[in-house]
C-alpha cells in the first residue's frame, strides 16, 4: 500500500516544481530506489535505530519531495530531537503545490505535518545571550556551535535543539567560552561578562603620583640594579671573610700553603663583587635616563629635562 502510495505521489510533486524541466521527471530507477529507501527507513525507526532511518528518509524524499516522504521525515527526525530541522521539513509539505489527482494518502499526509510543525515549533528550546562589561556600541561577536548570532544591544538568541552547546563570546582579543544544555520548550538566559575585552590587547601602563607614564626601561634598569648590587654586596661580604681568613692564618709575609686556595676563592669573588657592582650601577643609570628622558609627562606632571652648555650645567623644568 504503501510503496503504491509513493510511487503515485512523486511523479506528481516533481512536476509540481515549476522551473524543472521535464527531463527532471524522475525516472523508473528513481521510483523504485525511493520505494526501497522508504521501506528500509520505516524498518529501521522500527527497530530504534533512528539516525539510520533519518539517512533512509532523507533519501527517499530527495527523489520525489513528496508529501508522504517528508511527513515520515519529520516524524523521525522529531523522534531524534532534530526538532530545528523537522519543523523546516514539516513546513516544507505546504509549499509543494498540489496536484489535481493527488491521493487522499498525500492529503492526509499535508494536514498531518501542519499539525506536527505547531507541535514541534512549542518543543524548540531559545537561547538568550546577553553581555556584560562592555560599552553598548562594542562590536562584539557570538557564536553557537560555530554559527554566528545577530548582537543588538548586547543581546541575541538562538533557536536550538535540545541538548549541550557551545557558546562562544568574543570582543577584540578577550574570548569567553561557555557550555549549555537547552531543555525542550524552555528560555534558557547566559550572561556573558566580557570585562576587560576592549582593554586585553594593550597591558596597563605604569604611572607616577603625578601621573608620568614611566617608561619600561626604567622598571628593566631598577630591576637589573637590585640584582646587580646584591650580587656585588653578597659576594663583597665572602670576599672579606676570606681575607680575614688569610691575614689571621698569616704571620708577616709568611703564610701556610693551605692558604693558597683561600686567597684564589677570594680574588674570585671580590673580582664577581666589583662586577655586580659595576652592573648594578649600570642599572640605576638605565633607570634614571628611563625615568627623567623616556617617561612621557602628563598635561599637569613634573616635567625635569637636563641643560648642558659650554659654561653650566642645570635642569629645567616644569614643578
Known sequence: MLGTT????????????????????????????????????????QAGDLRKAIDRFKAAHAYGQTPVTALELGRTQMQAGDLIEAR???????????????????????AEAADLAEDVKKRIPTLSVKLTGVASDT????????????????????????GKHVVVARVGAHEETRNVDLEEGKTQELAIDLTG???????????????????????????VGAVGIGVGTVTGILALGKASDVKNACSDTHCPPG?????NSGRTVATISTVGFAVGGAGLIAAAVGYFLLSKPSPTATRVTPVVTASSLGLDGTF
Open 139 to 162: 562590536a562584539a561577536q557570538v557564536t553557537v556551535d560555530g554559527a554566528a548570532v545577530p548582537i543588538v544591544g548586547l543581546g541575541g538568541i538562538r533557536k536550538a535543539n535540545p
Open 6 to 45: 509513493l510511487l503515485l505521489a512523486l511523479p506528481r510533486a516533481s512536476a509540481a516544481q515549476p522551473a524543472q524541466p521535464p527531463s527532471a521527471q524522475p525516472s523508473a530507477a528513481d521510483l523504485e530506489s525511493a520505494r526501497e529507501l522508504f521501506k528500509e527507513g520505516r524498518e529501521a525507526r
Open 88 to 110: 523546516e521539513v514539516l513546513l516544507s509539505v505546504a509549499r509543494m503545490k498540489v496536484q489535481p489527482d493527488e491521493t487522499e494518502k498525500s492529503a492526509a499526509a499535508r
Open 197 to 223: 575585552g576592549q582593554g586585553a590587547a594593550s597591558p596597563p601602563v605604569a604611572q607616577d603620583a603625578s601621573g608620568k607614564t614611566i617608561s619600561p626601561i626604567t622598571w628593566v634598569g631598577l630591576g
Open 259 to 263: 692558604t693558597k686556595s683561600t686567597v
